[in-house]
């Protein structure tokens, strides 16, 4: 019995693998759908925090499943190293369902089993991340860890391997011609094709240094930068939830990481830490409604600004109402200080 509920589920994961490889642009439009669906669902099922979480948290791992069979399935070759990482995945896992698990701890054991389950996930994330930083030297850590597939440029790449005219040796980069795609002999250069192993110039002593002395202030500032959350919850369970030195305490160590990563030179870093460098100066803003900061300030002022919207521009206050209900929810569930 047990054998063949095994051919059976494997036969259907098998026909599921083909499905996502053969219509990518028909899967990308069902993600999309499920995703808005959750996002309606999140104002009709605000009163029920764990159902929220829930159906918020769905759409995020489909579509992390999806990208991870039709990697595994359409071009193991190909290398994309968010998909090779274990760790990277377990990250982005836990970063989907974070918030699911505090929720269902506190439903199933009160505050106390909710600030265990905080502490341990992230202690978890924390050391995954050093381990990542420290041990396989990825130099700025990214939420989530394993972003969603770009489909469109994967496909490409796909072709553009398939139909390519040799393959690359592993171990030392070295390109062979595939005899399928050789040219008639009476064509053929005899020319060994270009190798796709990256070359590095031979960079002087002083030069070495200073760029080693550059990773080292990397590697502290982004050591910094995982380590904010455990930092936040020890000030926080010394002192609350709702006094300062918490908040300015994460505030000081975001500033302090992104002065440490500006020291660098911008030709350090690839495209993605460009962009995520953007995106962590951009995440200040959100310290506005962070507690304390939001309850004393922010707080009456969005309401006020969502009011004066309402009035003066058609059509907005249906928008401007939606966003006064949720709002607060937002604010306690999402808006945390160890939340990336």
Known sequence: MANCVNFTLNNLLTS???????NPHLLSDIEATVRCLSYFSFGQLRNSSLAVELIY???????????????????????????????????????????LLEVSAEKLWGAKGKWLIIVVIQLFK??????SIHVYKER??????????????????????????????????????????????????????????????????????????????CKLAESLYVTKPLLHLGCMYITSKKQWPPWLLSFIIDIVSLNM???????????????ELVRRRLSLLLYI?????YDKYSRVKINELLDALSTSVPFAKLLTNAVKKNLPYMQSMYFYMWSR
Request: proline share 6%; aromatic share 8%.
């Open 16 to 22: 599921y693998k083909k499905w996502i490889v053969a």
């Open 57 to 99: 948290s769905m759409p995020n791992l489909i579509v992390l499943c999806n990208d991870l069979l039709m990697y595994s399935s359409k071009c193991k070759d190909l290398k994309i190293p968010q998909f090779e990482s274990k760790i990277k995945i377990w990250l982005t896992v836990v970063e989907y369902t974070e918030i």
């Open 126 to 131: 924390t050391i995954l991340r050093l381990l």
């Open 140 to 217: 700025m850590t990214k939420s989530p860890a394993t972003p969603p597939l770009n489909r469109e440029k994967f496909n490409k790449a796909v072709n553009s391997i398939q139909s390519k005219e040799g393959f690359v040796l592993k171990r030392s980069g070295t390109v062979i011609r595939s005899i399928k795609y050789s040219a008639p002999i009476e064509k053929r250069t005899w020319t060994a094709l270009e190798s796709k192993m990256n070359i590095t110039m031979d960079l002087t002593p002083k030069d070495q240094e200073s760029e080693k002395n550059q990773e080292k202030i």
């Open 261 to 275: 990563f500006n020291r660098c030179p911008m030709a350090l870093f690839n495209k993605e830490e460009k962009e």
């Open 289 to 293: 409604l962070r507690s304390p900061f």
